[in-house]
């Protein structure tokens, strides 16, 4: 079988097998182990041993447990918390963009956003939130034990050329970019964090995607992705109604992780990158899980998903517009400071 034919079904079933997990144990919020095994398995590589998973967890109780530090400044002294709260944000996308550390700078995000907004309205929920994102992670490496055997990688895989890395100015400016994209949708959630806590996952996942798209690509590739996501959250839901049980839900996942991960491998040609495809796939699932536990719980879930999916396309607005004009400003910047030092090399005879 071709390695990108192993790629794709190794992707869905992993995705698929957690999601099983994650309804059927049931976890606090169950949707989160599938979304941990995209991120973790899109990467063509081996899983991690156990040793591995166990110092994974301690990073992520660290990184999260920051978030429970902050709880008593945001409700004791707003003003100083939020300051450390962008602080950490730029300090988390600076460890993804400049070290390379994605994981890490992800997990210290949703440690100084999510956990710190939680705990604004109840302690206990900050802690079940840090469980949760523990347990589903878990899970995830855990059903990618279970999947890798059935599709390995090849024994010897080519060497990649390093990619060249970009200056440091640069790299810092992108840290920049991405925690103002996070920043005012964190302002947000804090105003009701009960209700707007997929936001914050969302923004979570624009930042990580908008330090690294550039800026004539990020309408296309922000807002397409939103659109296209909610298009497939839709039409997975009226699949889903017509047999409404777990094994249902299971298949469909597999259906639809099979269909993206082809697109992210390039099995099915596609103009769009794989980040393009990969972040479609996440949002699809953060706006399934509220909804199934929207339906749980006896709520409207048409209502609750299209307020949902309005808050979602105005944050991707919000971002797009912000890397625009953050990078109108960085270019005239850029041609001043160009203009400045020509006329000090050139002075007039």
């Given at each position: 079988m071709p390695i990108d034919t192993r790629r794709v079904f190794r992707l869905a079933l992993t995705v698929a097998l957690a999601l099983a997990c994650g309804y059927a144990i049931p976890l606090p919020l169950p949707f989160l182990a599938p979304l941990f095994a995209l991120f973790l398995v899109s990467a063509p590589s081996p899983p991690m041993g156990i040793k591995g998973l166990a110092g994974l967890i301690l990073v992520v109780i660290i990184t999260l447990g920051i978030g429970l530090l902050l709880i008593p400044l945001l409700t004791?002294?707003?003003?100083?918390?939020?300051?450390?709260?962008?602080?950490?944000?730029?300090?988390?996308?600076?460890?993804?963009?400049n070290m390379g550390k994605g994981l890490v700078g992800t997990l210290l995000t949703m440690g100084?956003?999510?956990?710190?907004?939680?705990?604004?309205?109840?302690?206990?929920?900050?802690?079940?939130?840090?469980?949760?994102?523990?347990?589903?992670?878990?899970?995830a490496i855990v059903c990618q034990w279970l999947v890798y055997p059935w599709f390995p990688e090849d024994s010897a895989p080519p060497q990649k050329t390093k990619p060249k890395a970009a200056g440091t100015v640069q790299t810092n400016w992108n840290a920049l970019r991405s925690t103002l994209i996070v920043l005012p949708a964190y302002l947000l959630v804090l105003t009701n964090p009960a209700a707007y806590m997929a936001v914050i996952m969302k923004s979570v996942s624009l930042g990580q995607q908008g330090s690294l798209v550039k800026a004539r690509d990020a309408g296309r590739e922000l807002l397409g992705s939103t659109f296209l996501s909610g298009c497939f959250a839709a039409l997975f839901w009226v699949l889903l109604d017509l047999v409404t049980n777990l094994w249902m839900f299971v298949l469909w996942m597999l259906l639809?992780?099979?269909?993206?991960?082809?697109?992210?491998?390039?099995?099915?040609?596609?103009?769009?990158?794989?980040?393009?495809?990969?972040n479609t796939a996440a949002t699809m699932l953060i706006l399934l899980g509220p909804a199934v536990?929207?339906?749980?719980?006896?709520k409207d879930v048409y209502a609750a998903f299209s307020v949902r999916m309005g808050l979602f396309v105005a944050v991707t607005l919000y971002a797009w517009l912000a890397i625009t004009l953050l990078e109108h400003l960085r270019e005239r910047h850029l041609r001043r400071r160009s203009r400045i030092t020509a006329e000090v090399e050139s002075p007039p005879c």
């Open positions: 004791h002294y707003a003003v100083s918390g939020v300051l450390i709260v962008a602080l950490g944000l730029f300090m988390s996308a600076y460890i993804t963009i100084f956003t999510l956990i710190s907004a939680a705990g604004t309205i109840n302690y206990l929920l900050a802690v079940t939130v840090i469980q949760s994102l523990v347990l589903g992670i878990a899970v639809f992780g099979v269909y993206f991960a082809a697109k992210l491998y390039k099995v099915l040609p596609s103009r769009y990158p794989g980040s393009f495809w990969l536990e929207d339906s749980a719980n006896g």
